[in-house]
Each structure stands twice: as C-alpha cells, then as structure tokens.
C-alpha cells in the first residue's frame, strides 16, 4: 500500500475520528504506511477551524497533528512550486493553489491523496485520490 497524503479536509475527517479512514489509521498505527501533510495544509486547517469551531479547537487540532505521526512538509522546494504553479494553470477553475501544492507533493511523494475536495475528485493526474464526500 502506498504511504499517505492528507489534504486539510482528509485532515479533519482524521480529527473528527470519522470511520471512512479507520483502515487507514490503523495501517498508519501499524506502521505500515506514512501519513504526510505539509504546513500549507496545517495553515489551511487552522484558518478554518478558528473560522468554524474556535479558536479553542484550532489549536487543540494544529497541536494534535504536529505532535502526531504525521510527517509535515515544513517547506516547498522549487520543483514542487513549479508542478504546483503548472497544476494550478492547468486546472485554474476547479483547484487553489493549497490544492495544487497538495497533488504536487503527494505525487512527488508518490502517495494516495486523501481528500475531501470535489474538483481534486476530477482531476487528471496520476496521482491516486481517495475522495471523501462530506
């Protein structure tokens, strides 16, 4: 099985221990798969935690998933930025840039993309997503 790419959405299906991703978080407990994510994803989830559930909660979350399993992209290298640029062109209406900086590592990673994003559902890409409806 291919290590693991969380989106912020996959992220807070994560923290929100929603059952589609159990078989997922035991292959990461088990050590049998990576799961990565990258500080652009954190930003993201910490925005729109404070936004929708308080200050609180987005702390206790940006907290939680730093001091977990996770691996966290701490920076975007220059061909990771290029790829990101090119996919955000490429798809300029259906993705934003955290999206296209999320495909470009996950692919770069060679991971399964975990997301909640519908337009990263109908992308082209051979990266593998696994989309979640929410």
């Known amino acids: 099985m291919n290590d693991l790419y969380f989106d912020t959405g996959a992220l807070k299906l994560f923290l929100l221990g929603d059952?589609?991703?159990?078989s997922y978080n035991a292959n990461i407990s088990s050590n049998k798969v990576k799961a990565y994510t990258s500080m652009v994803n954190m930003v993201e989830l910490y925005y729109k935690t404070m936004e929708d559930l308080g200050t609180q909660t987005a702390e206790t979350w940006y907290w939680r998933i730093l001091n977990s399993d996770f691996t966290i992209i701490?920076?975007?290298?220059?061909?990771i930025g290029v790829q990101a640029g090119k996919l955000k062109v490429k798809y300029k209406n259906t993705l934003s840039i955290v999206d296209s900086i999320s495909l470009a590592l996950?692919?770069?990673?060679?991971?399964?993309?975990?997301?909640?994003?519908?337009?990263l559902k109908s992308i082209k890409e051979k990266t593998r997503t696994v989309h979640f409806e929410i």
């Not at 701490?74 to 061909?79: F, H, K, L």
């Not at 990673?109 to 519908?118: E, I, M, S, W």
């Open 74 to 79: 701490e920076s975007i290298t220059p061909p």
């Open 19 to 22: 059952n589609r991703l159990s």
């Open 106 to 119: 996950a692919s770069e990673l060679n991971c399964v993309l975990l997301t909640t994003d519908g337009g």
